[in-house]
């Protein structure tokens, strides 16, 4: 089985800046649509943003549009969300997924392929 790894979560003041980056050491993901989603304390997990399996679309919430960028490297083996403007209420743990579906990821349906374990994002005021 797959596992998804996250990485790049920290501590940060409002207003900066964090990259996220997420792959499988030794995987590539050359049809998969990749997405993040996050899980703010005390709150169900949301949709963050999404790409499609080419990188050639993107997705995000409206929370995090013109804040957040999703990319992909071109060997299909990282994703990235890179977060800017970071607010307090973006504080949250933030998982990667992967599906051979982009609507999948876009309706965070149960049956995601493959997730990550999270990575902890903290904005402090």
């Known amino acids: 089985q797959v596992q998804l790894v996250e990485s790049g979560g920290g501590l940060v003041q409002a207003g900066g800046s964090l990259r996220l980056s997420c792959g499988a050491p030794g995987h590539t993901f050359i049809s998969y649509a990749m997405g993040w989603f996050r899980r703010a304390p005390g709150k169900e997990r949301e949709f963050v943003a999404a790409?499609?399996?080419?990188?050639?679309?993107?997705y995000y919430a409206d929370s995090v549009k013109d804040r957040f960028t999703i990319s992909r490297d071109n060997a299909k083996t990282t994703v990235y969300l890179q977060m800017n403007s970071l607010k307090v209420e973006d504080t949250a743990v933030y998982y990667c997924?992967?599906?051979?579906?982009?609507?999948?990821?876009?309706?965070?349906?149960?049956?995601?392929?493959?997730w990550g374990k999270g990575t902890l994002v903290t904005v402090s005021s």
């Open positions: 997924a992967a599906d051979l579906h982009l609507q999948d990821i876009l309706t965070m349906y149960h049956g995601i392929n493959y």
């Open positions: 790409i499609s399996w080419s990188g050639d679309n993107t």
